[in-house]
């Protein structure tokens, strides 16, 4: 069964206090590997796919690269504007619909 | 703003009833999808459509049922409902349900069952 597990839950950064959001994944043939945020109250907003290991993409303060096993989303130079909750979905060969983890909450202070 | 409708924004209602959750795809999509949120589980896909026809099933209970409509309209169907069925329900649409399309999600039906 695919898994995807996401770390840490929760997370509070100082703006400017760069770091890093991980999403392990386990899954039988991975097509793509998906980013999103959601904000409080909304509906998750597309961020990125990534669909080989090696792979890195970027857009304004984030990056995010794919290995084998897991995914990072870095967050560099952070502002509030930053805080949401970050969430990781897997695509398999198996289907076509997205395997979520259930996110890390970010939380930026001025 | 992602093009997804999804009616009502919230629902309260009783144990044991029915309600009916609305999804309008983004315009062009043909692939409708509905997941549900809870704190402890997450996003959990519940199943997807495309073009009328039901495409992939997720943990969606026998007592949720969905179709999508000619116009691609979607609408899920919530029988017998339990305490536990208390959740955010969010619909998302893409171009073709295909390989690696990411997904548009509408604002979400928040589901109380009292």
């Known amino acids: 069964e695919d898994q995807v597990t996401q770390s840490p839950e929760a997370l509070r950064l100082q703006e400017g206090e760069s770091s890093s959001l991980n999403c392990s994944y386990t899954?039988?043939?991975?097509?793509?590997l998906f980013w999103y945020r959601q904000d409080p109250g909304k509906g998750p907003e597309f961020l990125f796919t990534?669909?080989?290991a090696g792979e890195e993409k970027e857009k304004e303060r984030l990056k995010a690269t794919l290995t084998k096993k897991e995914s990072f989303l870095h967050i560099t130079a952070p502002k509030p504007e930053d805080s949401a909750t970050y969430l990781c979905?897997?695509?398999?060969?198996?289907?076509?619909?997205?395997?979520f983890g259930k996110g890390t909450s970010l939380l930026v202070t001025p | 703003d992602s093009g997804v409708t999804q009616t009502p924004k919230h629902l309260i209602t009783a144990t044991g009833q029915r309600v009916t959750l609305r999804c309008s795809p983004r315009?062009?999509?043909?692939?409708v999808y509905w997941y549900q949120q809870s704190l402890d589980q997450g996003l959990q896909f519940l199943i997807q459509?495309?073009?009328?026809?039901?495409?992939a099933k997720g943990n969606i209970l026998e007592r949720f049922s969905a179709q999508q409509f000619p116009d691609l309209h979607s609408e899920l169907n919530l029988s017998s409902l339990e305490l536990g069925d208390s959740a955010l329900y969010f619909c998302?649409?893409?171009?073709?349900?295909?390989?690696?399309?990411?997904?548009?999600f509408g604002s979400g039906t928040q589901l109380s069952v009292l």
């Open positions: 990534l669909y080989s």
């Open positions: 998302a649409s893409s171009v073709s349900g295909g390989t690696n399309e990411k997904l548009f």
């Open positions: 315009s062009g999509d043909l692939s």
């Open positions: 979905a897997v695509q398999a060969h198996s289907g076509y619909a997205l395997n």
């Open positions: 459509y495309y073009n009328g026809e039901e495409r």
């Open positions: 899954v039988s043939g991975l097509r793509g």
